[in-house]
């Protein structure tokens, strides 16, 4: 169970607006020295909202009666082009996170084999309101983590939707965001002495020691991925098609798929457990606040109803990775789908709900070594 994963971001997102806020003092205080005159620099937030005020956002959590009373204000973080890389992916977090608080405080858990399933079935020929789901926000914890990019892998999903104000109105969009495990060994930046000289007006100081303290901004660990469009129609291939990073693309057939094998199994009330409490974790490395936001969380552990090997498992993972192997190989590998029941597949009304399961096909004569080959849909 890696919900602890969220107590972890929350650290990161705070560690992160504080260190913005950090750069932008630092910023000002050299403009004044050397043109006369404080200016804020582009490459960072400006020193208003969360870099303001993140500290106060854990006891908002707390006070809010709903997401309507989320404040933008104070926590809204609007991405802008020219900040520095990483500093991208604290846009929308705390309104994200405020709604996995207040809409489910729930997390999926999957077993090894119904990931590789997912994760290499195609979702063809669905759209996003076809997808039923149970909760506004919910989590998907990994025992088996996603493989991305740079040697990075992914054991939590996020589902959650980003609101932002346009135009004096809230939008709501669909947004998934995927964390690294990474984050079970980081360490926050010690405060006190950076903080000290700030107070005393010596911000080009504390910004130079927060430079010795910390060589990289801990951000690039977390990976988003939000789609800003009005996405109730949208073929799900599309919509995954706009994922820039393959991790992203496969979390979200992940999540898809999953709502769709929920819906499959309602009736047989198998494979699915009941909703109980997350017990016995740890305490993460970057939560010591006793009030952490996941205390109160339910966990639902859903297994696959098909057990695989551990060379079949292997296979379907590859595959769902975007790696292409073995297109020469007579055996091959065959994705999965989801079709409607037997005697409704005239009915372009009636939902998909029959899963038809990806596969290995002719292993008798699969080479020593090899990895079945495929066919991949190359995300650009």
Known sequence: MKIERLDQALCVWEEAMWLCAIKQRASRAKNKREIGKEKDSSLWPPLEGPLMHHKGFRRHLLEMGSIDDFDFERFQLEPKAGWVDGIQNSAFFASQLAAWTHASRRVYHIDNDLKALLGATSLEGLHLSDIHFPFEAFGVSLDDPIEGENGLKYDFVLFAPVRTVIQGVVRKFVAIRIYSTNLEQERLIPREAIDKMVARGRAEEAEALLRRKASRIKQPDLDTMSILADTSDMALTELIGLAVKPQTAQAYRIVFGLMLYLKMLADARTHVSDWQGAEGRSRPLLSPDKRAITDEAQVCYVSSVRKLGAEERQALNYFASGKVS????????????????????????????????????RKDRKPDDAIAGGSLVCVK
């Open 326 to 361: 073995g297109h020469e190989m007579p055996y091959h590998f065959r994705e999965g789908h989801w079709r409607r029941p037997p005697g409704k597949g005239d009915d372009p009304t009636w939902p998909k709900t029959v899963l038809v399961q990806p596969t290995v096909v």
